[in-house]
Structure formats: C-alpha cells, structure tokens
C-alpha cells in the first residue's frame, strides 16, 4: 500500500526532533527523506543476511540485532523517530529497531484460564493472553502501548516502584533487582516519572537514567548532575504522542469511499492493509466500510465487488483483523481461465517483494496482482524471487507468524490470496 500524503502531513510534526542535536551536529536534509535513507540502507544490508526461510526456522530469529553502522544511524534518530517506526510494525526487524530505541519490553506471566488451563498473561495488559507457545504479536501491543502509555505508565510505575521499595527493605536480594529490571522495562517513558524520584534523593535512580538514555548520562553521576542534564536535554527524550485518531484522514476516506463507485482489487488490497495494520475491530470495519451486500458472520465480514471479486476479513480472539482474503466468487470462477499477463509495473513489484519490502502493504499488493491476472503456479515462482513453503499451496513468510498463502483452483490458477497476522 502506498503511503498516504495524510500520514507525512502528521510525520511533520517530529520534524524539528529529528533535526535536534543528538544527531551529533549532522548536516541533515529533509527528515522523512533522512529516516527513508538510512532505513533503506539498513533493509539492503539485511538482504545479505540468510533467506528468511532459514531464519525463522529458528524460535527467536536475531540477525535484526546485530550491530552494523547502518542500524547505528537509524538508531541515532532516537525516539522522534517512534511516530514512523509505529507506521512500518509489521516489517520484519522493526520491533528490534523500537526497543532498542525505547528501551521497552513486554512481560507475560504464567496463568490459568477460564477452564484452568495453563495460559500467558500479559503483565501490561492485564486483558490480553495467549497459548503456550501461540504469538504474542509484540507489534500491535507496542502501537498500543504508545496510544495508551499516558494512563498506563504511571499506573504501572508506581505498582513496580512501590515492589520494588517493598522487596528493597526486606533485602529480598535477587527479587530486588528482577523487580528493578521490570521497573526499567517501562522504556523512556517512564523518564519523568524516575527523574522525580531522583529529585527527591533516590540515588539508585541515576543508573535507571544512565541505562534508558543510553550512557547519555553516567551511571556515576550526582543528582544535581543529573538534574541539570534533564534540564538541558529533555525534549530530546520524550517519545512524540500517538495521534488521537488511529486511521489518518485518508485512510478515513478510503475506507467510506472504497465501495462507492467502480471499487477494485488494489482498492481492496489497501483497505485490507489499512484495517490489520491499524488493528481494527470488526464493529469499526462495518461502520466505515458500507455495503447492503456484505456477509457478516460472529468473527468475519465479506465484501463481493467488481466483475466477481471479492474481500473478506476475520477477526480474532481479542477483536481486531488478522487475516484479508483477496479471492474471486463463484461467478467469476465459472469463466474459463486465461493466461494471466502483467504490466511491467505489476512485474516490478512482484520483483521486489524481498526482504526489502515485507509488510503489510506490499503483501496486500502482491495478492491483488497474482488474484487480478490468475497468475499460475510457474509464474508465481518466476516473478517473485524468494522461496516459498511449497504443498498444494504457496506461503510466503513475512514475521513471526506473519505470512501470505495463494491458495490455486483445478485449473493451477490463483483462487484466493489470504495474508495473517498474530
């Protein structure tokens, strides 16, 4: 899906933190085209890592981690950078690039659910949970945390801080510095929250500033040092707000007006990104995207459009979309098939759906072009250069638990394309 002129009216707004001096006195240009440059140049130098097929075949795939000067000068944008990185969630490595900058970890403890079976509760989300050994999907519960992180950090700040207090007197000894850990783990935006215990004489806090801010300020610091240091620099670290709106205002009217006059399937590829990447609920799908004819059942909506296509969308266990279906009806399969044909456009995407440009959006686009042209088994793997899990199927992994499957009909053409999510 292409970027929306919406959204970099809105990335405006951090373009003064970008510009700030912790790039260490750069001449820098524009900072959307800055953050464009070196994300690129990270993502090249992820290509010449191994296949991702190989990689996820471990649990926790870490090639994301590893140091290199191209991810450096990402990083060294720092968090006016959060607003961009939260648009590009679900890209392969962007979490890492998120916590790295942040400083944030989620925690899942162990829990019985409703028929005392063993499940993992979310410690910053007290209403999320998952299967043992089922996804946690960390990209959509960071976006929340940073809608959220006004009420939620303070909230949880003051239950950690005051176990950790607890545990401190009675020199619990381990549990001290597990339950400080966890206290830590609330990221920089717990900052002011630390810095006005550290006004107030804690000086175990000056290590929590050393550690969030990266070394910024010393670990041997004095209060008063550390005081003054915040004076100077704290705009630099305060994570710019989320927007009060989720969806920007065109992705607003491309969900009113998709339907409205001669929808088609690259219309229906980016309403179906807009609503997994914006994790909306099924309520909020209906209510946008109008249509007397959609099929709604308890957990999915379908829309048929256009000379016999069609789009559907289930929901999950905690409500928001985590798969699309981009498919032709029966009317449309009744048709004999014909040799699907490409643009030299439609061909140069499907080219460069590598490890440059997982996601979302790409994926949504790639399944409306093998849909549209009925593209067959051969030329699937011809124009798309990576390797496939192959059955009677083709999957495309994107992310941990992220893939695309392009599902094939009697006649070896594309029936269906379905992109998941966590």
Same mark, same amino acid.
């Given at each position: 899906?292409?970027?929306?002129?919406?959204?970099?009216?809105?990335?405006?707004?951090?373009?003064?933190?970008?510009?700030?001096?912790?790039?260490?006195?750069?001449?820098?240009?524009?900072?959307?085209?800055?953050?464009?440059?070196?994300?690129?140049?990270?993502?090249?130098?992820?290509?010449?890592?191994?296949?991702?097929?190989?990689?996820?075949?471990?649990?926790?795939?870490?090639?994301?981690?590893?140091?290199?000067?191209?991810?450096? &000068?990402? $990083?060294? #944008? /720092?968090?006016?950078?959060? %607003?961009?990185? =939260? *648009? @590009?969630?679900?890209?392969?490595? !962007? +979490?890492?690039?998120?916590?790295?900058?942040?400083?944030?970890?989620?925690?899942?403890?162990?829990?019985?659910?409703?028929?005392?079976?063993?499940?993992?509760?979310?410690?910053?989300?007290?209403?999320?949970?998952?299967?043992?050994?089922?996804?946690?999907?960390?990209?959509?519960?960071?976006?929340?945390?940073?809608?959220?992180?006004?009420?939620?950090?303070?909230?949880?700040?003051?239950?950690?801080?005051?176990?950790?207090?607890?545990?401190?007197?009675?020199?619990?000894?381990?549990?001290?510095?597990?339950?400080?850990? &966890?206290? $830590?783990? #609330? /990221?920089?935006?717990?900052? %002011?929250?630390? =810095? *006005? @215990?550290?006004?107030?004489?804690? !000086? +175990?806090?000056?290590?929590?500033?050393?550690?969030?801010?990266?070394?910024?300020?010393?670990?041997?610091?004095?209060?008063?040092?550390?005081?003054?240091?915040?004076?100077?620099?704290?705009?630099?670290?305060?994570?710019?707000?989320?927007?009060?709106?989720?969806?920007?205002?065109?992705?607003?009217?491309?969900?009113?007006?998709?339907?409205?006059?001669?929808?088609?399937?690259?219309?229906?590829?980016?309403?179906?990104?807009?609503?997994?990447?914006?994790?909306?609920?099924?309520?909020?799908?209906?209510?946008?995207?109008?249509?007397?004819?959609?099929?709604?059942?308890?957990?999915?909506?379908?829309?048929?459009?256009?000379?016999?296509?069609?789009?559907?969308?289930?929901?999950?266990?905690?409500?928001?979309?985590?798969?699309?279906?981009?498919?032709?009806?029966?009317?449309?399969?009744?048709?004999?098939?014909?040799?699907?044909?490409?643009?030299?456009?439609?061909?140069?995407?499907?080219?460069?759906?590598?490890?440059?440009?997982?996601?979302?959006?790409?994926?949504?686009?790639?399944?409306?072009?093998?849909?549209?042209?009925?593209?067959?088994?051969?030329?699937?793997?011809?124009?798309?250069?990576?390797?496939?899990?192959?059955?009677?199927?083709?999957?495309?992994?994107?992310?941990?638990?992220?893939?695309?499957?392009?599902?094939?009909?009697?006649?070896?053409?594309?029936?269906?394309?379905?992109?998941?999510?966590?």
């Amino acid at each position: 899906m292409s970027r929306l002129n919406g959204y970099w009216l809105w990335v405006a707004g951090v373009a003064f933190a970008l510009a700030a001096p912790a790039l260490c006195g750069e001449d820098i240009e524009a900072p959307p085209r800055l953050f464009e440059a070196r994300y690129r140049a990270w993502r090249q130098e992820m290509d010449t890592m191994p296949p991702a097929a190989q990689r996820f075949q471990s649990r926790r795939p870490v090639p994301e981690l590893q140091p290199s000067a191209a991810r450096d &000068r990402l $990083l060294a #944008l /720092g968090v006016a950078s959060v %607003p961009i990185l =939260m *648009e @590009r969630c679900d890209e392969y490595g !962007v +979490e890492s690039l998120l916590e790295s900058i942040t400083k944030w970890r989620l925690h899942w403890d162990k829990g019985a659910g409703p028929q005392g079976e063993l499940v993992w509760l979310c410690d910053e989300f007290p209403d999320v949970s998952r299967t043992p050994g089922g996804p946690s999907n960390n990209a959509r519960l960071i976006r929340r945390w940073w809608e959220e992180a006004e009420v939620v950090v303070p909230r949880l700040f003051a239950v950690r801080y005051g176990k950790w207090k607890e545990l401190k007197a009675e020199g619990a000894g381990d549990e001290v510095a597990k339950v400080f850990k &966890r206290l $830590l783990d #609330l /990221g920089v935006w717990a900052l %002011p929250l630390i =810095m *006005e @215990r550290l006004t107030a004489g804690e !000086v +175990e806090m000056v290590p929590a500033i050393s550690y969030l801010t990266d070394g910024a300020i010393s670990k041997e610091a004095s209060i008063d040092e550390c005081k003054l240091w915040w004076e100077q620099h704290r705009s630099s670290w305060l994570v710019p707000p989320a927007p009060k709106d989720r969806l920007t205002r065109d992705e607003m009217e491309l969900l009113k007006g998709w339907l409205r006059a001669s929808p088609s399937i690259e219309g229906a590829a980016q309403v179906a990104t807009v609503c997994m990447r914006r994790f909306l609920a099924r309520e909020k799908v209906v209510e946008l995207v109008v249509a007397p004819a959609a099929t709604l059942q308890d957990n999915e909506v379908e829309y048929r459009f256009g000379a016999g296509f069609r789009l559907a969308m289930e929901f999950g266990q905690n409500g928001y979309a985590t798969a699309a279906s981009l498919g032709r009806s029966n009317q449309a399969l009744a048709q004999p098939p014909t040799q699907g044909v490409l643009t030299d456009q439609e061909r140069e995407t499907l080219k460069k759906w590598s490890q440059l440009e997982l996601g979302l959006g790409r994926a949504a686009e790639v399944a409306a072009i093998c849909v549209k042209r009925r593209l067959n088994r051969e030329q699937v793997l011809r124009e798309i250069p990576r390797t496939p899990a192959a059955d009677a199927n083709l999957r495309y992994v994107m992310d941990r638990g992220s893939d695309l499957v392009l599902q094939f009909d009697d006649h070896g053409k594309v029936l269906s394309a379905i992109i998941r999510q966590p």
